[in-house]
């Protein structure tokens, strides 16, 4: 009788402590059996994860969230055409996909000529996300009045452009190039890849040797030379004049050789200290005639750009004068060649410059829906061995510090790039409303066979009237 009153007893007190503890873990639901002995313990540790199954529970307290799933992207990407810089990028495009499966890139390819124009459509469409920008020149100077802005400038004064200040792979290259190349009103906005020379031309030493011509280093040695080998049979220039703008480009060490201050030249034709019309112009204009006219050989009006090399390595040509992005075309040359600075002065100090300009960077569409893998498409580009390679597989004068140019280029224009200056190009801001024939510094396309001029006095003239046609207009 005790033991069943007893019994009772102890079913009523275990009833209430089932109750109390039902009312003590609200995330209980079904008590269970061991949930008087749970739910002190529970409610102690106050963990969110007890209760609706029970002691049960704590066995997956611990288990990681799966992880979200990574959204595919198609990152767009516009470069200008260069055929060594295209085949490596699409060999860094494919590795760049391998390690980032979610990413695939689409790269378009345009001329050099329509790189701007491309970039401000696409980016004024919000239909790119990487974009291959030119190094930053042509700023306005204190000199000027009423110019018109560069293209960049504009750009990033639309917030276009996607500030890059302070992001870690800015940091691996080195900071003039960021500061001249790459920044404006202290942000950054691109990130520079190389610097090129265009003022220098390649020679087939063989052939030199073979004929008995010692290197020219002044312009009179140079007019020799071409005479010794046309008149053996060979040919003494080649270049791409069927795309115009190699004709001026490949003169333009001989520009740099009579004017080696560049921005000076182009200060002075702003203020009247320089003119076309002086005796150093007429005199320049006349040797870009001989160049055009007289020293590269029959044909050259209907030679591409990109086939130049191919015929230069057919061995009966001497020289080529263009811009160092050429020599990985040269890599299976069956003759050892070198690259100088163009001889086109009378003084030999003044032919050992090299002139150029940053050329390819990069930069980010400010409005680009995929900022991460935009971000990380230039990290991976910027890392050391990558951006190694490229710069081998271009010829770029490297920007990162700790980058060589290990090639042969390398060490042919190792001796010149002490005295490495940038080109009139980059300074190049003519006032507004100048007449079609106001940078004579561009003669050397301009005289037959490319163009219509055959008289170097008579052009200088109308260089001069055409540029004061944009000073008198201000």
Sequence with gaps: MKFRILGRLLAVLLAFGLIAAACGDDDSSDGGDDTGAEAPGAADAGDDDAGGDGGDDGDDAGEPEPEPEVEDVTLRVLVHQNPPMVEFMESFNDEFEAANPHISVDMSVVSPGDLSIATQTRLSADDIDVIDIFGFSNAAQPYMTAVTPPNWQTLIEAGLLMDLTGQPFVDLYDEPTIQDAGSFNGKVYAINLGRVSYSGMFLNLDLFDAEGVDVPTTWSELVTACEVFTS????????????????????????????????????????????????????????????????????????GHDA?????????????????????????????????????????????????????????????????????????FSEPDNYQAFANAVGFIPTQPTAELNTKLGAEVAPYLANYRVGLEQYWVPPTGVGQWAGAWQGAAWFQPFNEWTDPAALAEQAQMDFDAGLNAG
Excluded at 241 to 260: E, H, K, R, S, T
Excluded at 282 to 299: K, T, W, Y
Excluded at 326 to 350: H, K, M
Aim: charged share 20%; proline share 7%.
């Design 308 to 380: 130049a090399p191919e015929r230069f390595k057919a061995g009966d040509v001497a020289m080529m004068p263009t811009g160092v992005w050429q020599a990985p075309a040269l890599d299976d040359a069956d003759f050892d060649w070198t690259y100088i600075p163009f001889p086109g002065s009378d003084n030999p100090e003044d032919n050992k410059y090299l002139f150029g300009k940053y050329d390819q960077g990069w930069a980010i569409a400010a409005n680009t829906p995929h900022p991460e893998a935009s971000l990380a498409y230039l990290e991976a």
């Design 232 to 303: 053996s049979g060979n040919e003494c220039m080649t270049a791409g004049g069927a795309d115009g703008w190699p004709i001026f480009v490949g003169a333009y060490g001989l520009l740099g050789a009579m004017y080696p201050d560049q921005a000076g030249l182009m200060e002075g034709l702003w203020t009247g200290d320089v003119r076309w019309t002086d005796d150093q112009g007429v005199e320049m204009l006349r040797r870009m005639q001989i160049f055009a006219s007289e020293m590269l050989e029959d044909g050259v009006t209907g030679l």
